[in-house]
């Protein structure tokens, strides 16, 4: 496979946000990539999942390397290009994050959660605060969920 580099910038190597990374609504999301040499100054853009040309991005320039991004609820993809005296090089790869709408309090549990001592069924409700066909639930014993006892899906009740 062939590379081929427009002005002999190289592209920025993307830091932060991760492939998949998911904030909670109202979050400033820090975009971060490494410097690259003989860069002037960058471009990012960052648009809606759904418009993978990079139709109607949000975008600008930067002579940092990160900017800060606040958006609503969705999936975004991003990607960042140098720009050198001769011109702009090619952009980075093409990464995505997530904006949730819900917030992770509204899981509703009848039992008091902070006392440790969570029982292994038990019955639950999830207000949803936006209108939603279905939503998947993971409830485990630790915060990373990696062994998790329940996962479904549901309907939420909306309110």
Known sequence: ??????SGLDFPRLKTPTAGTIFEKGTDVQIAFD?????????????AS?????????????????FTFRASA???NYRVRAKGTAGPGPWSEVRHFSIN???ADRLMLPF????????????FRYEGLTLA????VTIAEKEAIDAPFLTGRMSPTCK
């Open 101 to 103: 709408p819900a917030p």
């Open 74 to 76: 969705g999936i975004y």
């Open 35 to 47: 410097a690259v040499d003989g860069a002037t100054g960058y471009d990012f853009q960052v648009v």
């Open 112 to 123: 008091d959660a902070s006392s440790g001592a969570v029982p292994r069924s038990f019955p």
């Open 1 to 6: 496979m062939a590379q081929i580099t427009v």
């Open 133 to 136: 066909a279905k939503i998947r």
């Open 50 to 66: 759904t418009d993978a040309a990079f139709h109607a991005d949000y975008g600008g320039s930067t002579g940092a390397t990160n």
